[in-house]
């Protein structure tokens, strides 16, 4: 900021000259703040029921854009006024994943349910970090429940975390620490002399190998073992490569498998890796991001055997399971682990039997963060309202829409299938001469129409259409829009 807060002791409307006048931020009329606030929930839930008459997403004007570039405001303005401007600058250039047609990467639809629930925890302002309060247990409650689907032990911890990156990560570093002792906290990676290792398969997602360069095991550390036909992981290669490595003189210490590979949704064999960590005594961990919550749908779980024998397990709520950004999870068998690669004795944060630090352990004592949002809440009504039948009915249509999206490609000579479609995920092209350009083309093209928003990504080294069905509301309609679209633009490009 340039300037200082300027306040003008004329101006009684200035929320600064009020402040000054030892008020709070609060609004000095509440029955005209609560209209208005009724106002923008109706235009929010008024944006979800209607959003099939938007375009999916729309390029951002230039003028739209520099707006953005104002410098900090002195002096505060209405809420409506605000209010206004979100309406017509913020709300129309919206990445577009709560429309039916957005089919890029892997994002998540969100519910209405979500967007109040939101709300109430905005109200609460609760810090989720630690102390004796209700929200925690609902955290806790919410981990009761992801036990459950999973499979896991009474011990066994959960925490919300931004996301599966973020859960990655402390999984790594809770296998680092139990395979080095947990002195290495204070030791560092440095001072020791074993050099671990990891693997998983070349389809890994990229937050994997951050999560080992931050770490400070180095990314290189993390041996990316080739995949089969199906995209998942050669378990031969996979148990070669540990015993060459032993023999040079490195210490594996981790396997992370992956239920729900982010190009093509393959699913590694879990059970053949759970026993392979049992034979080699090596952490287990899944990276299961979207893919773990198809434990709730009774047609895919099986395809997730195996998972219920992991050490740790990371996932997403804000991707298949359409609660709101953000909301990431990891679950660990070992809670006594999970506690120690993370607790940290301070002054400022002393637990005690009774008052507001009570309730020892806290979720600080499980993760980097110490203030923490009340994400628990959202997720907690998402289940409390839809219940885990209707969020595995509706995890079970996205595959059975990728699946008709597989027989119409099949059906169409035009179009190739270039990856089994496994889950949700459906990986495909236009057939042409210049094959990387055309379809590069066309799903920008599709993008800009505003009807569907696949993405790209590369398939053997070729381009190739994605499609990942993660929204609840996408239906056969945007499915048929996406064929036609394709087949229409590559015709003409
Ligand atoms: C999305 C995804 C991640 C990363 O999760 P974020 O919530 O975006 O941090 C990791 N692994 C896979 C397989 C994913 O699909």
Request: hydrophobic share 45%; with cysteine.
């Amino acid at each position: 900021m340039s300037q200082p807060p300027i306040i003008d002791p004329a101006d009684k409307t200035s929320i600064a000259t009020q402040i000054a006048a030892n008020e709070s931020l609060d609004p000095s009329d509440w029955a005209a703040f609560r209209a208005q606030a009724h106002l923008m929930l109706d235009d929010m839930l008024g944006y979800i029921e209607t959003i099939r008459e938007r375009p999916v997403w729309q390029p951002i004007p230039d003028t739209v854009r520099a707006r953005f570039l104002s410098p900090a405001p002195h002096l505060g303005e209405e809420l409506a006024q605000v209010h206004a401007e979100f309406m017509q600058d913020v709300l129309p250039y919206a990445q577009g994943n709560v429309h039916p047609g957005f089919m890029g990467w892997v994002n998540g639809g969100g519910t209405p349910v979500g967007v109040v629930a939101e709300m109430l925890a905005a109200g609460l302002n609760a810090n989720l970090g630690g102390r004796d309060h209700i929200p925690v247990e609902v955290e806790r409650q919410v981990t009761v429940w992801v036990r459950e689907i999973f499979g896991f032990p009474q011990g066994a911890t959960g925490l919300f975390v931004t996301g599966t990156s973020m859960a990655n990560l402390i999984a790594v570093l809770i296998a680092r620490d139990t395979a080095l002792g947990f002195d290495v906290r204070a030791s560092g990676v440095a001072a020791q002399p074993r050099r671990l290792t990891a693997y998983t398969s070349n389809a890994v997602h990229g937050c994997v190998p951050k999560a080992m360069d931050i770490a400070g095991l180095g990314s290189d550390a993390l041996r990316q073992i080739p995949t089969d036909s199906r995209f998942r992981i050669d378990l031969m290669a996979l148990a070669e490569a540990i015993h060459r490595d032993r023999e040079a003189g490195f210490t594996p210490f981790l396997v992370v498998g992956t239920a729900g590979t982010v190009n093509t949704g393959a699913v590694d064999d879990l059970a053949g890796l759970a026993d392979l960590c049992r034979r080699e005594k090596l952490w287990f961990h899944v990276d299961g991001a979207f893919g773990a919550l198809a434990r709730l749908a009774p047609d895919l779980a099986p395809k997730l055997d195996g998972i219920e024998r992991a050490d740790s397990v990371a996932f997403d709520f804000h991707k298949w399971g359409q609660a709101p950004y953000d909301a990431g999870f990891i679950l660990v068998r070992d809670g006594e682990a999970h506690k120690n690669a993370f607790a940290l004795p301070a002054a400022y944060l002393q637990r005690a039997q009774r008052g507001l630090a009570a309730g020892s352990p806290w979720p600080c004592d499980f993760g980097p963060d110490l203030s923490r949002g009340f994400r628990a809440l959202k997720v907690w009504f998402t289940l409390k309202v839809y219940g885990t039948e209707a969020l595995g009915a509706s995890i079970s249509r996205c595959c059975a829409l990728a699946r008709a999206l597989e027989e119409r490609i099949a059906a169409t000579p035009e179009l190739e299938l270039m990856a089994p479609v496994e889950l949700n995920i459906v990986c495909f092209r236009y057939r042409a001469e210049d094959t990387n350009r055309v379809n590069d083309a066309i799903v920008v093209a599709l993008q800009e129409s505003g009807v569907v928003a696949p993405s790209t990504t590369r398939i053997k080294g070729q381009t190739a259409i994605r499609a990942a069905i993660v929204n609840h509301r996408t239906s056969r309609a945007e499915i048929d829009a996406l064929v036609d679209g394709v087949l229409a633009l590559g015709r003409t490009l």
